[in-house]
Structures are given as structure tokens and as C-alpha cells.
């Protein structure tokens, strides 16, 4: 049995040694761009996941359910509610009633004397109070005597929409207490014609 003569390369086969130092290179800069691409990567999901955390502990998502606030949300838009304890009267917040989030205008805070007349006239403290977010006043469904004061701890809300808005003229709401408070609505975030801060 003959052996096959095994062929020995040749000198001019062997790369020169620049271009080995060269292709070294390349596949070290190749291997330091795969590691910094997953640094990167791995950053941004612990940067994404911690922002979301922040975002569901200090924000929450919420779609407009009825026309209550109308003409200021409309049905089925979708705000954010910032949760804080600074709440300003003409704030609009989110409060918890009946297992649901209510959104309302806070017209008076504790300790202010509250009045609406027969033709939806808002009073606080004795003065008139400038309403432009109306489009109509109203008394609407009232089951409360007025003048009253507002109990320490609470605050009186209103619908925008006064003729429909379940709020605090109604008894089984009443005035809000602060602990049922989520916070108040800072932010539009549909549709996209009507996106921007609210006030």
C-alpha cells in the first residue's frame, strides 16, 4: 500500500504577517462591538423596566368613561393622572367611588362655605366664582342643602357637565375625602388633536 505524499504549503501560501495583525484586529474589534452592543442593550431594558416602575407608582392611565366632564374630556379620551396630595381647587381629579376612578372639578376645598343657586350659580365664600370651562350652568340632579361648609379632611367636586354629572350634590358622593384622592390630571394623551397638558 502506497502513501500519498502529503503536500507541505508552500511559503507563499502563509499570509504575511501584517495581514494576520490586521484580520486579529478586525475580529478584536468585531468582538468589542458585540460586547458593548449587549451592554447597551442590557442598559436600556433595566433603563425601560425602572422607568415603567416610576411611571406606573407616579402615573395612572386612565380612559374617559361618559361625558360628565364635558365639554373639557370627552368620552372614551385618555389622560394621566399624576398621584400627589397637592390638590388647588379648579384642579380636576381622580377620585375612588363604587370600586371606580370619578373625575371631577374640586370647586371648594375644607373649610370654604359652598353655595349654587336655583340657575347653577356657583358661590365659594360668598363670592361668585368664574366658571369659562362651562358650556352651560345649571343646577342639574342636586340633593343637597346649600349654603354648607366643607368638612376638614375633604373637598366638594363638580362635573364640568353640570345637566348629567354625578358629583357632590349628590349624597351617596358627597364631599370627597382626601383619601380617596388618586391625584389630579395633568395630561392628554388622546385623541392625538386634543394631546397636551391640561390645567
Not at 484586529?25 to 468582538?31: G, N, P, Q, S
Not at 393622572?81 to 376645598?109: C, N, P, S
Not at 354629572?165 to 385623541?191: A, N
Request: with cysteine; hydrophobic share 40%; aromatic share 6%.
Amino acid at each position: 500500500m502506497i502513501k500519498e505524499k502529503q503536500e507541505r504549503p508552500q511559503l507563499s501560501d502563509i499570509p504575511p504577517i501584517d495581514a494576520l495583525k490586521e484580520e486579529l484586529m478586525r475580529e478584536t474589534v468585531r468582538r468589542e462591538f458585540r460586547r458593548t452592543l449587549l451592554n447597551i442593550t442590557g442598559g436600556l431594558i433595566v433603563i425601560a423596566a425602572v422607568t415603567a416602575l416610576m411611571v406606573t407608582r407616579i402615573f395612572v392611565l386612565i380612559q374617559i368613561n361618559g361625558e360628565s366632564m364635558s365639554p373639557t374630556m370627552e368620552d372614551k379620551e385618555i389622560v394621566f393622572i399624576r398621584q400627589t396630595e397637592k390638590i388647588e381647587k379648579g384642579d380636576i381629579v381622580g377620585f375612588y367611588y363604587g370600586g371606580k376612578i370619578l373625575l371631577k372639578r374640586v370647586i371648594a376645598g375644607a373649610g370654604d362655605d359652598i353655595e349654587i343657586d336655583g340657575d347653577g350659580n356657583v358661590s365659594v365664600n360668598g363670592e361668585a366664582i368664574d366658571e369659562p370651562y362651562l358650556k352651560e350652568k345649571t343646577l342639574g340632579k342636586c340633593e343637597m342643602d346649600f349654603p354648607m361648609q366643607i368638612p376638614e379632611g375633604a373637598v366638594f367636586v363638580l362635573g364640568d357637565n353640570r345637566g348629567i354629572s354625578m358629583d357632590s350634590r349628590i349624597r351617596s358622593i358627597g364631599c370627597v375625602e382626601d383619601e380617596q384622592i388618586v391625584g389630579k390630571v395633568v395630561f392628554r394623551m388622546w385623541p392625538l388633536a386634543r394631546v397636551g397638558i391640561m390645567h
